[in-house]
């Protein structure tokens, strides 16, 4: 990245884990499981913890040497690191990197590209994904880890894929990310991996899509009560704004702010349509 160009994608993680720790008391970005709860801001920190509680019960019972791959900013870490486990971090944010330092001091960060990751054959006892499982190649996530895993190691992958209804337009299925679930199938069954338990718990997380599409209502409720004042009090204004945007950004991107900002497609009805959230365990057969 050019060094006057501005880094908007860390923006971006510095004010969404602002705003979770403003709301939730911690700076956890992933998805909640929502069995029970009833789907509103003050419940995401529950339903959060939820998802938490399921992660680790695939964890074996005793300490473990761990490496949490993509580890955001080091809550998952922190938690591990009460448990009694040791953990090595993998994150390639310099800005998630600070994080992880300053919420888990315990635990050893390697700020690279899990790709780029070196440590010695058989250090770990478990290689973990929790929603980081997307960000990595499908020919070099998996292999990687079986070079790194202690004879009696596990991977634990807790991510989306993307179901076969998903044609890869964004507009019309606007919500979820992840790897196509038939190419991961094609990719494990080529690897001397054998599922040891999978669950589904796509039905479980959706709603989390609703807490932040209700966030991003609340800003395009905001723009668009300053559009109309605007067109009563200031109408030259307003034209000479609306034409700075249409020509700085595409129709295109124009109508993904639209979608975002003031209609509720990010749902949960669309999140189960086009993906699958599983939380799997691997083991090598070799």
């Known amino acids: 990245m050019g060094k006057n160009k501005i880094n908007t ?24 499981l929502w069995d029970g709860l009833q789907v509103s801001a003050a419940n995401l920190r529950a339903a959060q913890e939820a998802y938490t509680d399921r992660l680790f019960a695939l964890l074996p019972d005793r300490p473990c040497r761990i490496l949490d ?3 955001g900013a080091g809550e998952t870490a922190k938690k591990l690191l009460a448990l009694g486990h040791s953990v090595d971090i993998v994150v390639p944010s310099p800005f998630l990197a600070g994080r992880c330092r300053a919420n888990a001091p315990a635990a050893r960060v390697h700020e690279c590209m899990f790709e780029d990751f070196k440590a010695d054959p058989a ?31 596990e991977i ?16 019309l299925a606007p919500v979820g990310g992840g790897h196509r679930i038939a190419a991961f ?25 609703e807490i932040e599409q209700g966030l991003f209502n609340v800003f395009g409720y905001g723009l ?41 497609m990010r749902n949960r009805e669309n999140f189960a349509r ?9 083991r090598p057969t070799a």
């Open 185 to 209: 199938r094609e990719t494990l069954a080529s690897l001397p991996l054998r599922v040891v338990s999978e669950e589904d718990v796509t039905l479980s997380a959706a709603p989390s899509v």
């Open 156 to 171: 634990i992958v807790a991510d989306c894929f993307r179901s076969p209804e998903y044609t890869g337009d964004r507009m």
């Open 69 to 71: 791959i993509g580890g």
């Open 274 to 282: 086009f993906n699958i959230y599983l939380l799997m365990r691997l």
């Open 9 to 32: 994608q860390a923006i971006g993680l510095d004010v969404g884990l602002a705003f979770t720790k403003w709301l939730t008391g911690a700076e956890n970005l992933h998805y909640g």
């Open 224 to 264: 668009t009560r300053v559009d109309q004042d605007l067109a009563r009090h200031k109408p030259r204004l307003r034209w000479v704004l609306h034409r700075a945007i249409r020509a700085l950004i595409s129709e295109r991107k124009r109508a993904r702010l639209d979608q975002r900002l003031n209609q509720q």
């Open 123 to 153: 250090s770990f006892d478990i290689c973990l994904f929790s929603e980081s499982f997307q960000y990595i190649p499908l020919d070099q996530g998996l292999p990687k880890c079986l070079t790194l895993l202690a004879p009696g190691g």
